[in-house]
């Protein structure tokens, strides 16, 4: 098996996938208009409770950056395990075809999904009043903490739904995901919560990003919470991208 | 003569329960292999260890004289698999799925096009070819999951009950797609509950029951085992066909139909040495007639265990 035939096999399998994301207009209409109604719901509705100091819509845009992501990744994770229960799968893996190319094609359609729902955040939060601050350089920056974290939580979503295997457990992961962010500082800081929650969200990997994102765009303190992220990021595709793939490519024993 | 499947000992558990209890199989190479079984028999379970998509307890196989444990990636390039369960992209239309599979054979561009386009019109899909295979009827899918499977010629071709839920007309086009394909050069396994389907396409039958092959030859063969032509004998009334049940050592007998069918190696003289006895007895006889033993019997009396 050849890298040349690996790319080629991965090319196809990508056009599959991101076809299948823009024929699903029911769930690619609710991943448009998920980011534009949390912004509204965040900041018209709980932003004037927020006491975060400043305007809340410059404390929450990574939160709901990532809270969009989790969903974007959850799509995933449930399109992966509505494939493995179809008899299309099992084509696949009978066929030489390189191992991760299935797994490729779902995440660079997750990844694709996600940068336009992210560019919908970011377009809505500037129509509401997001101020950044941020250089081009720390745009830049910011594009790449997006890409790492939407990489990672797809393969790991990918991963999650090829050992959930079904569409409905694939689901309740896909809840997990969204559930996080509220414990983190997505929306509150963390020295509001209790201790013990506290604990949870400081060192979730999820606030890392977050923290990272806003110092990028707000110029709050970033100190090392950006190599944490990193850490973390790499570290999920480490496990997640040869799971998958030998996941996949393995013989099931059921 | 090479075989193209060479399995030995295929073992295959769920929990307690032995699904396949050490199967041996050969399937010659160039041959049309049916494996016969009811419900739950296990055939499916045994195309997929085959196919490389399910790892057996214990047992080997070589496909093509390839190593089906070690060297699954061999075997997968020899090899092409129609699933009991069509394995389309129902939200694909026709033609992308034909496409898409031609592209992963990595087919040349200007040569997968021209497959498509051939199989388009072999499989009678031209006019839906844009149509999202999700919007597709029964038969209609089934084409298009054969078509996918013909896009290059493999050496082994696994049909798991590839005419399931079609009407007659286009199981007879898929019965002739196998027939084209076999003067082609490949080898089928084919597995069906339509005994018709494998007495039509198929060299040898193996009937597959509790985990086990029960029995295995060519159609002939296997009705031969269960006795050769009867001779049916209609009476007329009850105490005819006493006397005809205590006379004649019948194989079997109907009493509701008044019916006993008697052996003959279907020879004239036999016939007409057992009319004359039926005559000197005296019985009031209704009809006669011939019958051969069908696959139908052949299964009906090897599978009787499990169905009990
Ligand atoms: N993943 C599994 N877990 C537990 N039991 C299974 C599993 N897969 C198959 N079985 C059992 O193995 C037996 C054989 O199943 P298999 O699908 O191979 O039968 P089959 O001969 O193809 O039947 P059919 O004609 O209905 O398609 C069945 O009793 C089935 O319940
Ligand atoms: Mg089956």
């Known amino acids: ?254 | 003569m090479t075989y193209t499947v060479n399995a030995t000992g295929l073992r295959k558990t769920y929990g307690d329960h032995v699904v396949l209890d050490g199967i041996d199989l050969a399937v010659a190479t160039g041959s049309v292999f049916s494996l016969l079984g009811p419900n739950g028999a296990g055939k499916t379970t045994l195309v997929r260890i085959l196919a490389t998509l399910l790892a057996p307890d214990s047992g080997t196989a070589t496909i093509a004289g390839h190593d089906l444990l070690s060297d699954p990636l061999a075997v997968r390039k020899v090899i092409s698999l129609t699933g009991q369960y069509a394995a389309v992209d129902e939200v694909l239309t026709a033609e992308e799925n034909l496409l898409m599979m031609a592209q992963l054979r990595h087919l040349p561009r200007k040569l997968a096009r021209q497959r498509v386009e051939d199989l388009l019109a072999e499989f009678d899909l031209v006019d839906a070819r844009a149509r999202r295979v999700g919007t597709f009827s029964g038969g209609m899918t089934r084409r298009l999951d054969l078509a996918i499977s013909m896009i290059e010629r493999p050496e082994l071709l696994f049909l798991d009950e590839p005419t399931t839920g079609l009407d007659p007309r286009s199981r007879e086009q898929v019965w002739g797609t196998v027939r084209q394909l076999v003067d082609d050069g490949v080898t089928i396994l084919l597995t069906t509950q339509y005994l018709e389907e494998a007495d039509q396409l198929a060299d040898r039958i193996a009937v597959l029951d509790g985990g086990s092959i029960v029995a295995e030859g060519t159609a002939a063969e296997l009705k031969s085992t269960i006795g050769g032509e009867l001779l049916r004998i209609e009476l007329a009334d009850l105490e005819s066909y006493g006397r005809a049940v205590a006379h004649l050592s019948p194989e079997r007998t109907d009493e509701r139909l008044l019916s006993v069918e008697v052996p003959t190696d279907g020879s004239p003289t036999e016939i007409v040495a057992l009319l004359a006895r039926l005559e000197r007895e005296g019985l009031a006889v209704r009809k006669v007639t011939t019958v051969h033993p069908s696959l139908d019997d052949v299964f009906f009396t090897l599978t009787e265990r499990s169905a009990a």
Do not use: K
């Open chain 1, 1 to 254: 098996m050849t890298l040349s035939t690996a790319v080629l096999d991965s090319r196809v399998m990508v056009t599959r996938s991101v076809r299948r994301s823009f024929r699903d207009p029911e769930a690619f209409f609710t991943a448009l208009m998920l980011p534009v109604i949390l912004m509204l719901l965040f900041v018209y509705v709980f932003g004037g409770a927020m006491n975060t100091g400043g305007d809340y819509v410059n404390y929450v845009v990574p939160g709901l950056l990532l809270l969009c992501a989790g969903f974007g990744a959850g799509t995933t994770s449930v399109s992966v395990a509505q494939d493995m229960s179809n008899g299309i799968v099992d084509r696949f893996r009978s066929m030489p075809i390189h191992g991760s190319s299935v797994m490729v094609g779902h995440i660079v359609a997750s990844v694709v999904r996600n940068l336009i729902a992210t560019a919908l955040v970011i377009g809505v939060a500037l129509l509401v009043g997001w101020r950044p601050t941020a250089s081009p350089l720390d745009w830049i920056a910011s594009i790449g903490v997006v890409l790492l974290f939407v990489l990672a939580i797809s393969w790991l979503a990918a991963t999650a739904g090829l050992l959930l295997g079904s569409p409905e457990a694939a689901n309740g992961f896909s809840m997990i995901l969204m559930f996080l962010p509220y414990v983190s500082t997505a929306f509150v800081p963390a020295d509001t919560m209790p201790s013990w929650m506290r604990g949870f969200a400081e060192h979730q990997p999820l606030t890392p990003v977050i923290e990272t994102l806003r110092g990028l765009w707000m110029g709050t303190p970033i100190d090392h919470q950006a190599w944490i992220a990193a850490a973390w990021c790499v570290g999920i595709l480490a496990v997640s991208v040869p799971a998958a793939s030998s996941l996949f490519g393995r013989r099931t024993s059921r």
